[in-house]
């Protein structure tokens, strides 16, 4: 997508490029906000497909769910698939997981300048109390009042996370003019921070709905929301002003409950509060964060922002010394924490192949036993064999009820949905081609290399023009002897470890199990 000429836009575009710092927002995670938006018609599947893609964000994902943070969606039970976790979590709740993983990922990098820190946590924190107080207040889709808080401030952390020199000439001038970054950073970088994020929101395909609440308008402006979105955008304002504040709060208790009371009447006209509502709705943020934190093994002893929080929400006077060396660190913005603690690292959980089919039968089995629909099972089925077989394709067909054909269903892969349409062939026991072969003998079939020229005449031609595979395998399904299904996996390359016999073993799993799949389904 294009965006204005404006030119700290394109240098800031350029330098993320350059840097790649988030290269799952602009990619994996602007797609997955997307699919799961209330409009979007994007299937399980598809959604799955997405996370898979990115083969780190597929296992910080899967960390993150059996997490106790998430253990109230799923119950006791290990999730070893992302097909499982968005059929238990359901869109919402892993579009939450996805877009504030990207946050805490930066959060933890041990290089990052603790002011920059703090502002992830702000955002993040802005979030959760617009989640909460969009309960009490009866917003319709909390999970979107969620990431619209998130990322209201968008423009701002992007200009202190790229642009360094240019926001220390706007926190400069905001001092000497008494004045606010916003008010300031025009005079700056020729352009606000909301419109910095505005437009790198429509560059990274951000729903209409979080460009929407990105805009900044005036508390004196603000009016009584006609539609869900100018309330969802008015509570926006209202979470991330609110974090502002406590930011700057004063240090005594008495002072912040005072300041607190006349926040909270500036939204009137947005939507009713009351002081017990607001103290609730902050210390029910508070321990959602701090649990966060916990679940990602991030240090909240690090946090100045965490401790203020704890100080303003729990009651707990902070001593002289700790408002002293608070104000001291407040003045040191681009300190570097190089000593950080945060369990990430060495410890972190290797997952390999082997891992991924090994765990991921054991679930299949485990959900058998449970109340399933059919396609969740084989979506499962086929996801483990995409990722412990690691396959570049796969697609499972399913036995057209009206004609001899097999007729792609669904699948995991680059370009899989134009790959799954293509994927059709007729069944007929005269046809020489691997398919046939694979169904009419019942046996597993595996094609080393396409171009060996003993097996040209085998070869269909769409494996050829279409798919571009140097190695395939074929795995039937059939009951009583007749085809029901036949999954197709493949790997650009040849390499022998794809190939190992203990990995056909579990693929020989798989298939047994979507054979007892579709036998209690029948």
């Excluded at 905001?174 to 505005?198: K, L, P, R």
């Excluded at 902070?318 to 040191?332: N, T, V």
């Excluded at 039968?361 to 086929?382: G, K, P």
């Excluded at 054909?405 to 046809?431: A, C, E, W």
Aim: charged share 25%; glycine share 4%.
């Amino acid at each position: 997508m294009t965006v204005k000429k404006i030119p700290i836009i394109q240098r800031l575009i350029d330098i993320i490029n350059a840097h790649r710092e988030f290269p799952a927002m602009s990619r994996t995670i602007a797609l997955v906000s997307k699919q799961t938006s209330a409009t979007s018609e994007a299937s399980v599947t598809e959604l799955t497909n997405t996370i898979l893609d990115d083969f780190a964000l597929t296992n910080k994902l899967l960390r993150m769910v059996n997490t106790a943070f998430y253990a109230k969606y799923h119950g006791a039970g290990r999730i070893n698939t992302v097909s499982r976790a968005v059929y238990i979590l359901g869109f919402h709740h892993v579009r939450d997981a996805a877009l504030s993983l990207m946050l805490f990922e930066h959060i933890k990098n041990k290089a990052l300048a603790s002011e920059l820190r703090e502002s992830f946590l702000t955002s993040f924190m802005s979030g959760v109390i617009a989640k909460e107080m969009g309960r009490k207040i009866g917003i319709k889709d909390i999970e979107e009042a969620f990431i619209c808080s998130m990322f209201h401030d968008l423009g701002k952390l992007l200009t202190r996370f790229y642009l360094p020199e240019e926001h220390q000439k706007i926190r400069e001038l905001a001092v000497a003019q008494q004045a606010t970054e916003d008010e300031v950073a025009v005079s700056v970088i020729n352009t606000s921070y909301d419109t910095i994020g505005i437009e790198m929101a429509k560059h990274w395909n951000f729903s209409d709905s979080i460009v929407y609440c990105m805009q900044k308008i005036p508390l004196y402006k603000l009016t009584k929301p006609t539609n869900d979105l100018e309330m969802t955008r008015d509570l926006s304002i209202f979470s991330n002003k609110l974090c502002e504040l406590m930011n700057k709060a004063p240090f005594k208790l008495d002072e912040w409950k005072k300041t607190l009371s006349t926040f909270k009447h500036r939204f009137d006209t947005c939507f009713v509060t009351d002081e017990k509502m607001l103290t609730d709705v902050l210390e029910t943020s508070f321990n959602e964060l701090i649990a966060y934190c916990d679940n990602n093994s991030f240090s909240t002893d690090q946090s100045h922002f965490l401790k203020k929080l704890g100080f303003l929400i729990k009651g707990q006077e902070m001593s002289k010394k700790g408002e002293k060396d608070f104000h001291a660190l407040a003045k040191k913005p681009m300190q570097i924490l190089d000593n950080l603690s945060d369990g990430e690292g060495d410890s972190a959980e290797v997952v390999t192949p082997e891992d991924i089919l090994t765990k991921g039968i054991l679930e299949i089995a485990n959900t058998l036993l449970e109340s399933f629909t059919l396609n969740d099972i084989l979506r499962m089925i086929l996801e483990v064999m995409y990722r412990g077989m690691e396959f570049t394709h796969v697609i499972i067909s399913i036995k057209n009820s009206r004609e001899p054909y097999m007729d792609g269903r669904f699948g995991f892969g680059p370009k899989i949905d134009k790959l799954v349409k293509l994927f059709r062939f007729q069944i007929d026991k005269s046809l020489n081609d691997v398919f046939n072969i694979s169904l009419n003998k019942d046996s597993i079939v595996l094609i080393n290399n396409i171009d060996d020229v003993e097996i040209q005449s085998c070869i269909p031609a769409l494996l050829r023009t279409a798919f571009n595979a140097q190695t395939f395998i074929l795995i039937p399904i059939t009951l009583r002897k007749l085809p029901i299904a036949l999954i197709y996996g493949d790997w650009a390359k040849v390499d022998p470890k794809m190939l190992d016999p203990k990995r056909l073993r579990y693929a020989k799993t798989l298939r047994n199990q979507a054979m007892l799949a579709i036998k209690q389904s029948m």
